[in-house]
């Protein structure tokens, strides 16, 4: 898929998801939850959405930086190894956190726990050359 569908697809996701408060787009088939992440632009300093999958760990949220195995890694993921304040929102909740790259410990507990919830990471994983870093979110204390 050309980026200009794929960031159309996104902006959409993102307005309908809002709209709803995550009843449409809030799951991407039946294992997987879907959460919005709001990040700044590293250049910009422009607010960023960006829908993803997502693995609930207790008092943190896990995302993956796939892109669909492309050579780069994605901007949101850019984004917050730049600055890891970021927010999240589930279903009509919204939450401040705070993103880290995964540790290799990390990753290697983290990722089997991903993949389960969506097997196509490994096929991304295989398709690029580069680690796909695993991100942890962490609600921000109040």
């Known amino acids: 898929m050309n980026r200009r569908a794929l960031t159309f697809l996104s902006r959409l996701h993102v307005v309908l998801y809002r709209t ?13 939850p879907v959460l919005l992440l709001t990040t700044t632009g ?3 300093g422009k607010q960023r ?9 207790p008092g943190q949220y896990v995302v993956i930086a796939s892109v669909g195995g492309a050579p780069k890694h994605p901007a949101w993921y850019l984004n917050v190894r ?14 401040a ?12 507990r983290l990722w089997p ?8 990471y ?5 398709k690029t050359s580069r680690e796909i870093p695993v991100v942890i979110l962490t609600p921000a204390a109040v």
């Open 122 to 126: 490994d096929d991304y994983q295989a």
């Open 82 to 95: 730049d600055n890891p304040a970021a927010t999240i929102q589930i279903g009509s909740r919204r939450l």
């Open 113 to 120: 726990l991903a993949t389960q919830m969506y097997s196509g």
């Open 49 to 57: 959405t960006t829908p993803l999958l997502y693995v609930e760990e």
């Open 20 to 32: 709803s408060g995550g009843r449409l787009g809030g799951r991407f088939g039946k294992k997987a």
């Open 42 to 44: 590293r250049k910009s």
């Open 97 to 108: 956190v705070s993103a880290k790259t995964a540790s290799p410990e990390e990753r290697a």
